[in-house]
T-cell receptor
């Protein structure tokens, strides 16, 4: 299957700081990137969808000014959590999609803890 | 996209087949059935998908009923490493590739 990496795998930050999460598709070009988050004991919730070179489309209830998504290249997308607060503590997972595979693959996830 | 219903949890003995059911009675003709699993603290892992024919790969088999209103994922020889939450997802083909996750089934494989 596809090779997807995320960096960092876990991060702890202070309240009010910004955190950037990188997602790379290592063996294919991702024309679309999905970003999910998962709170403890809950299922994955889609946050936003971005197409390479375009602005991201956010799901209802997700603040676009707080969760900045950049998808400037076909192999890299970033999610920046701005002015993070403890309630943003979650597991963030990217899912790139391209035309090489019919299936959708997921990154290993980034565990964010905001103190 | 059609909604799916799965049991909350299931147990299976190591080495035995695990059969995970999924109901998707409102599935429409152009919707596929996808199965993913998520091992604790990892990203979801693709298992298998199908439209109407049964499918098999190195991980599992997918049996879809003739009316396509339900399906069963079969892990032929479950191991302890198969303990995970298994998600059955129905998704349209075409340009909308969004996967909507439900609560899934927690499969626990016991020694």
């Amino acid at each position: 299957g596809a090779v997807v990496s995320q960096h960092p795998s876990r991060v702890i930050c202070k309240s009010g700081t910004s955190v950037k999460i990188e997602c790379r598709s290592l063996d294919f070009q991702a024309t679309t990137m999905f970003w999910y988050r998962q709170f403890p004991k809950q299922s994955l919730m889609l946050m936003a969808t971005s197409n390479e070179g375009s602005k991201a489309t956010y799901e209802q209830g997700v603040e676009k000014d707080k969760f900045l998504i950049n998808h400037a290249s076909l192999t890299l997308s970033t999610l920046t959590v701005t002015s993070a607060h403890p309630e943003d503590s979650s597991f963030y997972i990217c899912s790139p999609f391209g035309d090489r595979y019919n299936e959708q693959f997921f990154g290993p996830g980034t565990r964010l803890t905001v103190l | 996209d059609a909604k799916t219903t799965q049991p909350t949890s299931m147990d299976c003995a190591e080495g035995r087949a695990a059969n995970l059911p999924c109901n998707h009675s409102t599935i429409s003709g152009n919707e596929y059935v996808y199965w993913y699993r998520q091992i604790h603290s990892q990203g979801p892992q693709y298992i298998i998908h199908g439209l109407k024919n049964n499918e098999t790969n190195e991980m599992a088999s997918l049996i879809i009923t003739e009316d396509r209103k339900s399906s069963t994922l079969i892990l032929p020889h479950a191991t302890l490493r198969d303990t995970a939450v298994y998600y059955c997802i129905v998704r349209r083909g075409g340009s909308n590739y969004k996967l909507t996750f439900g609560k899934g089934t927690l499969l626990t494989v016991n020694p």
